[in-house]
């Protein structure tokens, strides 16, 4: 349920810990833990649908700092729509790797996520969170398995990571879209590129997760068929 986070901990300095589905049985553990182990920094999520959780947490100056929402599509017979003419999807080349960090950069510098909605955060290094997520999803098969980029004019304006979680079940683990090229189809490309690639790898249905108030995605997604599983309340807790 809760762990140190080497990760957030080398990043900004400071010793966290990651809490997951926390209930309000089990605050009394979670913190006792923090206390052992010296954390400053603590992100907590719990489900929406738990409010004693998000009222202890409450009670025990956690602040709210995002909402996830997961969505789920079953795959059926249906075809995906075609990508538009405009939006040359392919997959990954190594040599794309560096223009993809920039398009990460970029597009996650103002994001509404939780690392971002924190005020006591530096706002360049939540951004690094991302520009190293993506990183990651190009090199390393155990976070992606796949990554697609999106190209216009022969120039990289997205990118697309995906996984396969089980032989039944396929994720959209992560996405970014160059701010100026938003609005111009490219999610919704690597939605239908994403769910040919599931179905091509045996999976029966996709998951995919994002910010309650990203309407953009959520459109895009509910359009081609998702509808939403669960969603998660984000924490955080500073101790000092």
């Not at 140190?4 to 009394?28: C, N, Q, W």
């Not at 979680?165 to 396929?170: D, T, W």
Request: glycine content about 6%; aromatic content about 8%.
């Amino acid at each position: 349920m809760i762990g140190l986070s080497p990760l957030d901990t080398s990043r900004f300095g400071i010793v966290s810990a990651r809490a997951k589905l926390v209930t309000a049985e089990a605050l009394p553990e979670i913190e006792a833990f923090c206390a052992n182990n010296k954390v400053k920094f603590l992100i907590a999520r719990c489900s929406t649908a738990d409010i004693s959780a998000v009222h202890a947490m409450e009670a025990r100056a956690y602040n709210l700092m995002d909402t996830l929402v997961y969505l789920r599509k079953d795959l059926g017979d249906g075809t995906p729509e075609p990508t538009p003419n405009l939006i040359h999807i392919e997959k990954l080349n190594s040599d794309d790797i560096p223009q993809v960090l920039t398009v990460a950069s970029k597009s996650f510098s103002n994001h509404k996520g939780h690392y971002h909605m924190d005020p006591r955060l530096d706002p360049i290094r939540a951004t690094e969170v991302y520009t190293s997520w993506a990183e990651k999803c190009c090199t390393d098969q155990k976070v992606a398995n796949q990554v697609f980029v999106a190209k216009v004019d022969g120039r990289i304006v997205g990118f697309r990571a995906l996984r396969m979680n089980n032989a039944h079940q396929a994720e959209f683990v992560l996405a970014g879209v160059l701010p100026e090229s938003r609005k111009q189809g490219i999610y919704g490309a690597f939605v239908a590129e994403g769910l040919r690639w599931a179905k091509a790898k045996g999976a029966d249905h996709v998951i995919n997760s994002t910010l309650l108030i990203n309407a953009a995605v959520l459109s895009v997604c509910i359009k081609a068929g998702f509808y939403p599983t669960e969603s998660y309340h984000t924490f955080h807790k500073w101790y000092d």
